[in-house]
């Protein structure tokens, strides 16, 4: 197991990871056990966070899992009084919960009006709610503590229209601005030692938009092809290519960045098209 020197160690930290179940959650959890961190995992896939949980285990790493939805409040503070009693404290929270529904979007042959506004509704909770939630009940420790890291998931459907995921990028974009006053605000009463950030990953091929990005031979779909364009590194990440970021943005090497939303996305956000 890697121990990183200096200003970037999270050696026996405690990082909580909301959706740790999923592609970008789990791979993260997976490379912060074996740089020391002991990792909780939030989610509702508990098969999968159990073998997680299992193979960072084997692996003589630290995690645990615990089923509750981001959005049930009595749950997570059952969970906040487990990890303080058996660790002491929460030194990092990682938002990575969300997702998107069907009814939620716009294909390309309708129009905004035949969206349904109760899937927009329920996109925008995940998402949005999906991270103030933990964001409440995990803060108020580190209020307590004195010290404590939130880095919450944004997306490139935050700072840019992109076509068809209206809810979706609706609740990121929301996302954006509580991320920074969330920041604000902690600094302003508890001090310089709790910080709130984002990061806002580029297209990266996961479960969820496999489908919409890559044909069943390989190729990309018009979709897929629309978004290497305008990709300046001609390509879709990976999720590995989070965690640098993650793990500055979670350490002392950073330690006088809050309120900021970080792109990782190829050069996508920079990019004008012509």
Do not use: C
């Not at 073998?51 to 995690?63: D, L, Q, R, T």
């Not at 939630?133 to 503590?145: C, R, W, Y």
């Amino acid at each position: 197991m890697t121990r990183l020197p200096g200003k970037f160690n999270i050696d026996k930290k405690a990082i909580i990871i909301t959706g740790g179940e999923g592609v970008l959650g789990s791979t993260l959890a997976f490379e912060l056990a074996s740089l020391g961190a002991r990792i909780v995992i939030i989610g509702l896939n508990e098969q999968r966070g159990q073998e997680i949980v299992s193979k960072i285990s084997g692996n003589k790493g630290s995690a645990v899992f615990y089923h509750a939805s981001v959005l049930d409040r009595q749950a997570l503070k059952e969970i906040r009084k487990s990890i303080v009693t058996g660790w002491g404290s929460i030194d990092v929270l990682i938002n990575a919960a969300g997702g998107n529904m069907k009814g939620a979007t716009v294909e390309e042959d309708e129009t905004i009006f035949e969206m349904n506004p109760d899937d927009f509704r329920k996109v925008y909770e995940l998402n949005l709610e999906g991270t103030v939630i933990p964001s409440l009940i995990f803060g108020e420790q580190m209020s307590e503590q004195g010290r404590g890291v939130i880095l919450n998931y944004s997306s490139m459907a935050s700072l840019r229209a992109i076509s068809r995921i209206a809810g979706y990028s609706a609740a990121k974009a929301a996302v954006d601005n509580f991320t920074r006053w969330m920041a604000v605000d902690m600094a302003a009463k508890f001090g310089d030692g709790i910080r709130v950030n984002a990061i806002a990953p580029g297209f990266l091929v996961t479960n969820q938009n496999r489908d919409l990005l890559i044909n069943e031979d390989g190729s990309l779909t018009d979709r897929g092809k629309k978004i290497i364009n305008q990709t300046p590194f001609g390509r879709f990440g990976e999720p590995e290519e989070l965690t640098g970021t993650v793990l500055w943005l979670i350490t002392d090497a950073s330690s006088f960045v809050t309120g900021a939303v970080i792109p990782v996305d190829g050069g996508f956000s920079a990019y004008s098209g012509v």
